[in-house]
Antibody
Framework: EVQLVESGGGLVQPGGSLRLSCAASGFTFSSYAMSWVRQAPGKGLEWVSVISGSGTTSYYADSVKGRFTISRDNSKNTLYLQMSSLRGEDTALYYC???????????WGQGTLVTVSS | QSALTQPASVSGSPGQSITISCTGTSSDVGRYNYVSWYQHHPGKAPKLMIYDVSNRPSGVSNRFSGSKSGNTASLTISGLQADDEADYYCSSYTTSSTVMFGGGTKLTV
């Protein structure tokens, strides 16, 4: 059974940093692209970033480019999102999601909440 | 990057059919056959319902179908059931090698 468990969310001040993690199990982690998608309170889904199975290729939404870094450790079956220079508009529930490709997500975690506020 | 355009809400009675539209541009929906649809019940993880415009993942009811014409994709749900009540989001690959979601549509049954 595919399981994706996000962690690392919390309250952070504007300008601060936070690293999210997503522990994956139930599939061959290194074979699939992984994505981060967020949902601000009362808003819709917003795609954030994707990384290839090997970790060599990644893409970002314009809203986070230069501030967020996606990475993965295939030996630990874990996906990461390093977030810096955080802003109020980054407040959201952050979901990690599994491929099968870089443009489709067939399994999603339950999300971890990030709140950016002073 | 602007979100793909979806109606804010649609409604239907049990047993009826509804269609949700998703309008993009020639740089996303119109250019690629990489449109997906997700069902999202509040408080739960989103669920993939349709991928690559019209393909259903294993386990998804054949009451759900997808299509595309030009810059607009559509999700049709036939034989509406109470459990279909949820938010629905489309997404598309773009020429920027990114993915864009629609604003979401609240389906009321």
């Amino acid at each position: 059974e595919v399981q994706l468990v996000e962690s690392g969310g919390g309250l952070v001040q504007p300008g601060g940093s936070l690293r999210l993690s997503c522990a994956a199990s139930g599939f061959t982690f290194s074979s699939y692209a992984m994505s981060w998608v967020r949902q601000a309170p009362g808003k819709g889904l917003e795609w954030v970033s994707v990384i290839s199975g090997s970790g060599t290729t990644s893409y970002y939404a314009d809203s986070v480019k230069g501030r967020f870094t996606i990475s993965r450790d295939n030996s630990k079956n874990t996906l990461y999102l390093q977030m810096s220079s955080l802003r109020g508009e980054d407040t959201a529930l952050y979901y990690c999601a599994k491929g099968p490709t870089t443009v489709v997500n067939d399994y999603w975690g339950q999300g971890t909440l990030v709140t950016v506020s002073s | 990057q602007s979100a793909l355009t979806q109606p804010a809400s649609v409604s239907g009675s049990p047993g009826q059919s509804i269609t949700i539209s998703c309008t993009g541009t020639s740089s996303d929906v119109g250019r690629y056959n990489y449109v997906s649809w997700y069902q999202h019940h509040p408080g739960k993880a989103p669920k993939l319902m349709i991928y690559d415009v019209s393909n259903r993942p294993s386990g998804v009811s054949n009451r759900f179908s997808g299509s595309k014409s030009g810059n607009t994709a559509s999700l049709t749900i036939s034989g509406l059931q109470a459990d279909d009540e949820a938010d629905y989001y489309c997404s598309s690959y773009t020429t920027s090698s990114t993915v864009m979601f629609g604003g979401g549509t609240k389906l009321t049954v």
